[in-house]
């Protein structure tokens, strides 16, 4: 009786965690939408224990492209543990480039920022969706364009800006920003950390609810201690804005450096 017993557990324990590989795997696959008649990639990100429609996250990749893309999976899928939908985006795709330089990010900004309104807009009718709570995380040039979208559509009701320049523009107020958090390095020597307060003037000119955490020492990215805290501040925000798979967002308060 013992021996069938533990054969009995045992095949319980082994279907468990071949479910469980099943869930992780449909958790994580890759997507395609249509934009400018071409065909863009998407990493998706299912959010772990929603129950129905959860919250969305479109995440856009600086101008190396997928070349880290370990880093921003990482990062997804701390998003995703958190209950949160994310969809990685290779808005690349649209000119077919790997990597952005500088001439390319000016010339192509344009049909870019189009191929992220299309995927803000294909995230939006997915059916495991809460499209009236949607994110946009923009690292880099990702920044950028989350700022140039979320000024301009209505259905991004929450900004996370990972040292983003301040798109050409936005300077002169055009555009309403939503609730937006600023995260950037005080020694970046890719986009001076003058960018971070210049979106920051942008947003208390509009009335706008923000945080801004500027680092000491940090350059272009940021890692160890410096990285967990950006983390906890992420999910912090995100709760508060546009809640999780478990909950609603909070009514409007004030974090760190909120106006």
């Known amino acids: ?36 008649g071409v ?10 224990g929603a129950d129905g429609k959860a919250p969305a996250i479109v995440m856009l990749h600086g101008s190396d492209g997928l070349s880290r893309a370990d880093r921003y999976r990482a990062g997804a899928r701390r998003l995703a543990a958190d209950g949160y939908h994310v969809a990685l985006v290779h808005y690349l795709d649209r000119t077919g480039e790997k990597r952005a330089s500088i001439g390319t990010a000016v010339r192509n900004f344009g049909p870019w920022l189009m ?5 803000v807009t294909w995230v ?7 499209p009236h709570r949607m994110a946009v995380l923009g690292i880099s040039l990702g920044g950028a364009l989350g700022v140039a979208i979320a000024s301009a559509d209505t259905r991004v009701k929450a900004l996370v800006d990972y040292f983003g320049p301040l798109p050409q523009g936005l300077v002169n107020g055009n555009g309403v920003l939503p609730p937006t958090l600023i995260l950037h390095g005080a020694a970046d020597p890719i986009v001076p950390v003058s960018n971070a307060y210049a979106i920051e003037n942008l947003l208390r000119s509009q009335g706008t609810q923000h945080e801004i955490q500027v680092y000491p020492g940090q350059g272009h990215g940021f890692h160890g201690a410096t990285q967990d805290d950006a983390d906890r501040r992420v999910s ?24």
């Open 39 to 48: 065909p863009i990639g998407v990493e998706w990100f299912g959010a772990a």
């Open 115 to 119: 191929t992220v309104r299309d995927a």
């Open 124 to 130: 939006a009718h997915r059916p495991d969706v809460d």
């Open 1 to 36: 009786m013992r021996l069938k017993a533990w054969v009995a557990a045992l095949a319980a324990i082994t279907v468990m965690q071949l479910s469980g590989m099943a869930r992780a795997a449909d958790a994580e696959r890759q997507e395609r939408f249509i934009s400018g």
């Open 236 to 259: 912090a925000f995100l709760r508060r804005h546009i809640g999780d798979g478990a909950s609603a967002p909070q009514q409007a308060g004030n974090g760190p450096g909120a106006s």
